[in-house]
């Protein structure tokens, strides 16, 4: 246990984060050796979150989905690496920005789109969207739209998981803006003060709606924000999946092992605005592209399949056709599926 104590100390002297440097990473441990099959099903799994975040705005600037969407384009290592060190029984609870956290679950795509476009066999029977969207059966808590408010609430089902005696764990996601709020060191003091098994995942995608990092917080080394609680925390690049994934297996067996919270800050960096109706000039194009060439997670696993001849390209666009398909069936389904009935305007309701 001394030497996983020592691993989760903060490296020395890292830079703060930047979106010059987004998905360069500081990472406290070397990128996970993920073998042929891990890599493919990287692969897949990114890439069905983009090519279904793609269909989502489509379907959004077509009217098909009404009020605010929040797409994850970008983001995709975060929620694929994450995932493959979780096992039944563990917990999962977002923001907003949560298409890609259900759909890495095994949430299924047609359910995810119909409830996003109002439709009766959405995951909330239409009557929710984006921050209405949860699955006990695959672990899934929401998806909330109040800015910080699954803090609390993630830190919650790392307690009912401590008061049941299981091993199971809590990841708990939230945005860099989100970690100014007042309620998320609440939770971090009892989150140590009763050591419980939840893993603070900040996705650090440098902007908080409109506003940087470095415009709205004192300190940008995120990883440190439990310090005062004494709570481990390391910075990992949240682009490349093989980083986020040595980095869960580490949070994983810290949190199993009954070792209490640990914070991980994936310096990761979105592609489009904060919601389809933010046009992002806050920012200029360059630095996007620059990200998007770069440092692309997708792009990084295609070029490792085909460098480690795993993978040609012919396979690799048939796995795209695959996912596009998987994608189109789902904005098929959810485009003709009926829209509630009006009397499931009096269920579901608590008052």
Known sequence: MAAATNSAQPAAARPSSDPSVAGAGHN?????????????????????????????????????IGGFCHLYIGQEAVV??????????????????????????????????????????????GKGGS??????????????????AQVPLGTGLAFASK???????????????????????????????????????????????????????????????????????EQVDGMDVRAVKAAADHASQWCRGGNGPIILEMLTYRYRGHSMSDPAKYRTREEVEKVRTEHDPIEQVRQRLIQKKWANEDELKKVDAKVRETVNEAAEFATHDPEPDPSELYTDIYA
Not at 93 to 113: E, W
Not at 131 to 146: L, R, W
Not at 198 to 214: F, H, R
Request: proline fraction near 3%.
């Open 28 to 64: 406290a441990r070397p990128p996970a050796d993920l073998n042929k099959d891990q890599e493919l099903a990287a692969y897949r799994d990114m890439l069905l979150i983009r090519r279904f975040e793609e269909k989502a705005g489509q379907m959004y600037g077509m009217g098909l």
């Open 80 to 125: 694929v690496g994450m995932q493959m060190v979780l096992k039944p029984g563990d917990g999962i609870i977002t923001g907003y920005r949560d298409h890609g956290h259900m759909l890495a679950c095994g949430m299924d795509a047609k359910g995810v789109m119909a409830e996003l476009t109002g439709r009766s066999h959405g995951y909330s029977r």
């Open 163 to 233: 008061y049941r005696g299981n091993d199971n764990l809590s990841l708990t996601y939230f945005g860099d803006g989100a970690s100014n709020q007042g309620q998320v060191y609440e939770s971090f003091n009892m989150a140590k003060l009763w050591n419980l098994p939840v893993i603070y995942i900040i996705e650090n995608n440098q902007y908080a709606m409109g506003t940087s990092l470095k415009r709205a917080s004192a300190t940008t080394d995120l990883s440190q924000r439990g310090a005062a609680h004494g709570i481990p925390g």
């Open 131 to 148: 921050m209405h969207m949860f699955s006990h059966e695959k672990g899934f808590y929401g998806g909330h739209g109040i800015v910080a």
